[in-house]
Structures are given as structure tokens and as C-alpha cells.
């Protein structure tokens, strides 16, 4: 191996979506597979989580939904929740992609390509709990769901769920959150069937917040074991991927490893620990297309050098490293570039 590689551990990832479902208890585990499974490669999480057991999954957009779907086939379900085109609508809507509505106007968009291709919208409506990004405000919850009735109604529509996003940032403020949230899920009840797909936790409340949970739990990090930025650990969760990168080059005392800036690594993580085969040592320097290590004795070109993982070489898990220079463990997987190959090791 003369190139930086992710490496992809099944059985970790199998692990960790285990450890989330016991978790979740009798709420229902949607997968999030944004930004390319959160870099770790969407076809490998879509087939190592349907091995798992896994029939839900979450895509940000519908592009992302309609690979999911034709990587997963027909017996799962779908959810894209980004506001699309009309293109993109029919082609959710041919594939039976469930779609996340946060506004009057995109519900009726919805609703009208439905009767146009003459099939039924699978939609979860979005209250907005406080986030103010996106979701119908609660003083027009009655009339999007009035609509939403009609078009049922009518024919092209169903509502599965109802859904929202809640900031993690305090306990109150998601409390407040669930408060708003349960008032829409009422209100809905008192003109239909309460729809059976209620979700507003991803996964730091589902995992520390049980009384949040809905009847489905959206989660993207914990299952690729990416545990929050200064949160604690999570039993019988572990990274699944880890980055290693071969020494290329003796420089004096230390070594030089393939993997670099352009790569994706931030250069403000000079100074982290790495794993080497003689336990962890400092990496001094992050340049453009290598990072320069502390070396050990016997180091020689060709070996391998850990920048994350889950520890088995005294590396850190990309968490720790996202801690050091203040973001959070999803951004130093999704920032690393095409040049690094996805290798999947077990
Ligand atoms: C990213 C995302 C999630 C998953 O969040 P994690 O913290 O990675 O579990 C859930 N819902 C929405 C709307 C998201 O954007």
C-alpha cells in the first residue's frame, strides 16, 4: 500500500447498529447515510447495514435516496428530506422514495406531481420545533395538515410521519422542542389516523435522551461510532473506519507519511498523536501531500501509520482529533478526498 486508504470494518459498523437498536428498545432505527455515508462510501453502508438487519434508511437529498434505492432494491423504505425540483420529485415519487415536507408550498408541489404520475405520496410532514431552518410553523400546522387531509383524500397522498430536528445544544431547549413537537402530533390525531412514523431525535438524544425518542430514531453517527465532540463515550460503540497511510520517506528522526492536506486533513491538526507500529507518536507536521511523524526504532518506508481509528495502533478516534481543533468527528471523515481509496477489511 503506496496510498492513503479508509479502512472499512463490517463487522464494527454490524456492531454498532446492534448496539444502537438495543438502545433504541422499541423505537425504530432509520440509518442516515448523508455526505456519502459520512464518508465512509454509500454502497458499503447500504449493503452492510441491510446484512445488520437494517430496513429504514435516511438520505439527505433525493439524489442520495434513489442510490440507496437502487443499491438496497424495493423492500426498504426510503426518506429524503431536502426540498427538490419537480424532476427530482417524480423521480422520488417512481421509486417510492418517502418524502420530508418542511413547507406549504413544497407539499403542494408534492401533491401535484403525485396527480400528475397518478401515484400516492408517502410524505412526513416537518413541524419546526425552534430550529427555524425548515418546517411548517406551528400557527400553520392546522392548515398544512388540512392539506395534507384533502390530498389524502383525494388520493395522492398518504402522511407516514411527522417529523422534526431538534438542536441537541441543552435539555430545555429539547424539551421545549418534544412540547411543540407532541402539540403537532396531537393536532394531527384530531382530523386522521395519527401517522406511525414520528421522529425527531438523531443520534445524541436518541442514545442519552430515551424519553425523546419517537417511534423512529433517525442516526447517522453513533453507527459509524462517531461519538459527539466532548460527549462521553458509548458502550459497544467503535469507529468502523480507520485512515492508514504508509511511510514514504526517512527524514532524519521522523517519517514521512502519504497522506496530507489535500487529502483532507487539516493542517491545524500538527501535533496530534498517530499510530505507528511502535505505539503513538507525534505528528509534527501536516503538509500538502504528507504529514510528518516523530519516528521510532527500526522505522522503515513501507509502514503503516494510523491518523485515526479506534486505538488498536495507540491512534485517536477522529472525534479526538475533531476536539483538538473545535469541529466534530463527522467533518474529518466527510472532508477526506476521492485520492484516499475505501477499502472495506472485514
Ligand atoms: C444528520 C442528520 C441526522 C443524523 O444525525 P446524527 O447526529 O449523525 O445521528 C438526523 N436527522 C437529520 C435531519 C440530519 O440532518
Known sequence: MMRPELRLDSSVFRANIAAVRDRLGDSALMLVLKDDAYGHGLRWAVETALEAGVTAFGSYDVRGGLDVRRIAGGAVSVFAWATSTDEEIDEALLQDIELGIGTVEYLRRVV??????????????????????????????????????????????????????????????????????????????????????????????????????????????????????????????????????????????CAVVAVGSLDGLPSTLAGMPVGTPAGPRVANAVELATTTVAGWPGMAVGDEVTVFGPGVHGEETATTLAERIDTVGEEILTRLGPRIRRRVVE
Do not use: M
Open 112 to 253: 401535484a406531481r403525485a396527480g400528475v404520475l397518478g401515484v400516492r405520496a408517502r410524505v412526513h410532514l416537518k413541524i419546526d420545533t425552534g430550529l427555524h431552518r425548515n418546517g411548517v410553523r406551528p400557527e400553520d400546522w392546522p392548515a398544512a395538515v388540512a392539506e395534507a387531509r384533502a390530498a389524502e383524500r383525494s388520493g395522492s397522498l398518504a402522511l407516514v410521519g411527522i417529523w422534526s430536528h431538534i438542536a441537541e445544544a441543552s435539555d430545555a431547549e429539547d424539551d421545549d422542542a418534544q412540547a411543540v413537537f407532541l402539540d403537532a402530533v396531537r393536532e394531527t390525531g384530531a382530523s386522521g389516523a395519527v401517522p406511525a412514523a414520528l421522529h425527531l431525535t438523531a443520534s445524541a438524544a436518541s442514545w442519552w435522551r430515551p424519553e425523546l425518542r419517537g417511534t423512529v430514531s433517525r442516526i447517522g453517527a453513533f453507527c459509524y461510532g462517531i461519538r459527539s465532540a466532548d460527549g462521553p463515550e458509548l458502550d459497544g460503540v467503535r469507529p468502523a473506519a480507520s485512515l492508514g497511510a504508509p511511510v514514504v520517506r526517512l527524514d532524519g528522526d
